[in-house]
Structures are given as structure tokens and as C-alpha cells.
């Protein structure tokens, strides 16, 4: 097994131990909010391991970002209460998911064009259109999520919905502004 591989394996298997602690320990108090969250954590933990399928190197900067993005988002925003805290961290959450999709779009356009050379505008585009869409699905997760099931995912209503769009939007044209300056050839 890739070293990288190994390192996708030991990072996915020490935060689905870690939320699956939580989820155990939350289902005993009998707050079903964490224990709930918590088994998404165990979910989303596992994601990567599917990525070993596509027998393609993933760099280690993405594992890392993703678990990251896990990490702040399920268990600091959620889990530790920071959303309720912290009134900037959703927001900055969404800039850093924006800034990651368009980080990692890089590594998908790669494997789509077969690494031949294209020019920057299509690198941006692409970037910048994956990152701004992947935006756009996580607030239709949010907003079917409090529709189905928690009502706590959008409490700010059309305005927090806004506010994560341009946030995830200027995450994207971040990172395709990074991309174009980064990959003069690809």
C-alpha cells in the first residue's frame, strides 16, 4: 500500500474511532443532537477510503485539508457548539470550503484532461465552477437537512444562506486566482 494510501487509512480510521467515541458517549447522556452528528462524522470519515478505489495519488496537502474541514466543521461547529459561539465561523468555514474545492478542482481537472496542456482561463473556470457549485449543494444539503430533520442548520433563514454563498463564491474565485498564478502549465 502508498504511503499516501496508509496515510488516508490511519487518518480515516483515528477520526471514525474518535466520533464513533462520541457518538457512544452522546448516546449515553441521551443528547441525541451530538450523537447524531457524531455518527455523520463516522460517515464522512470513511469517505476517503473510497478514493483508494480510484487507485490515483491523492496529494497529502487534500487528505490533510479534508480532514481539517471535518474536524472544524463537525466537531468544533457542531459538536463544541462553535456556530452558536462564534458568530464568524460558519462563514469562515464556507470561505475555507470554498478555497478547498477550488484547490482540490485542480487535481480533478488534471485527471480529466489527461494532463495535457491547457490554457489558465479553462483551469480558472473549471476551478472557479466546481467550487462555487460545490457552495450551491452544500446549502441544498443544509436547507433539506432542517426541512427533514434538525431545523438548526439555517437559522439565519435567506440571510445565512447568502452569507455562505458569497462566502463559498470568494473561497472559489480565491482559489482560482491562486490556480492561475500557481500553474502557469499544466
Known sequence: MAARNRLLVVLSTVFGVF???LCIFY???DDSSRWQVALGGIIVSA???LLILLKKTFPTSLVF???LFVF?????GSIASFYRKYAWWDSTLHLYKGIFAGIAAVFVFKI???GKGNSRSILFLFSFSL???ASILWEIYE???DQLVTETMQRGGNKDTMIDLIAGTSGALLAGIYNISRFRKL
Open 19 to 21: 466520533f464513533a467515541a
Open 27 to 29: 448516546l449515553f447522556k
Open 47 to 49: 469517505l476517503p477510503l
Open 65 to 67: 485539508g479534508y480532514f
Open 72 to 76: 472544524c466543521s463537525i466537531y468544533l
Open 112 to 114: 480529466l484532461s489527461g
Open 131 to 133: 467550487s462555487a457549485a
Open 143 to 145: 436547507f433539506a437537512g
